[in-house]
């Protein structure tokens, strides 16, 4: 790989999240695992160089239970990239985490099954169990919250991160079960993007852009259950404040 091809900072995040200045670089990188979801997107942002990686591939393709994580995470270590922002939506779990407003989470409880959720197939050299205490990087959610700050954003400061299998959305019950533990947002890919990152010895910060309330809340019942056209819609809403985050946050990683 040149040089040239290398990046400071990766971005987990499709088409719309970001605005590109300069010159852009389309690189597609091979893993031991297979081919990431999609090209890698280089460019300059605001004096630093990205890479961006749409995690669902290009149209959405993947469901967040088929996406390639340890290609992604492997191509961004390829890549040099010494912070990965993962930005991704979510459905509250607390009446006081609102739609359109940011998390940014400092723990995460993983409820997925059947995915691929560290690169070591074989203890080959010694068995490698790595601390996943705090899943989250310190420095880069600080980072995070004062870019939100500084662009007038809502960002909860801390927050914990159940993540399903989907790709269907929870029961009332499951939600119900969810809140009572006490967790914040529910979503689909924090997992196993998180402890891959870890093993990759990449930090990590996860922003969540809550899109709504999950099953509902019980003591609101004129607020429905999700449905993907309200995520989406809600969504395609916030993107600006994404970008506007990114533009802040990126130039603080450099």
């Not at 601390?131 to 400061?157: K, M, Q, S």
Request: aromatic fraction near 8%.
């Amino acid at each position: 790989m040149s040089e040239q091809a290398r990046a400071e900072v990766g971005v987990f995040g499709g088409t719309g999240f970001y605005e590109l200045d300069g010159e852009i670089e389309q690189v597609e990188i091979e893993t031991p695992w297979g081919a990431p979801s999609a090209p890698i997107t280089i460019a300059d942002f605001g004096g630093v160089r990205t890479a961006f990686l749409p995690r669902h591939g290009i149209g959405h393709r993947f469901p967040p239970h088929q996406v390639n994580y340890r290609a992604n995470v492997d191509a961004m270590r390829q890549l040099g990239v010494r912070s990965l922002i993962s930005p991704f939506a979510a459905g509250s779990l607390r009446p006081e985490v609102r739609p359109g407003e940011f998390v940014v989470c400092d723990q995460i409880v993983d409820r997925t099954w059947g995915r691929a959720s560290t690169f070591h197939k074989e203890f080959t050299d010694g068995p490698v169990h790595i601390p996943f205490a705090d899943p989250y990087d310190p420095a880069l959610r600080n980072a995070a919250l004062a870019a939100a700050a500084e662009i007038g954003v809502t960002a909860h400061d801390g927050g914990t991160v159940v993540v399903i299998n989907g790709p269907r959305f929870s029961s009332r019950a499951e939600s119900k079960w969810h809140r009572d533990a006490g967790w914040h947002v529910v979503n689909m890919t924090q997992s196993p993007e998180a402890p891959l990152a870890m093993e990759a010895g990449i930090p990590f910060c996860g922003i969540a852009l809550v899109t709504d309330y999950d099953a509902g809340l019980e003591e609101d019942p004129d607020i429905e259950p999700v449905t993907q056209e309200a995520v989406f819609k809600v969504f395609e809403a916030n993107l600006a404040k994404v970008r506007e985050l990114l533009k802040t946050l990126i130039p603080r990683l450099a």
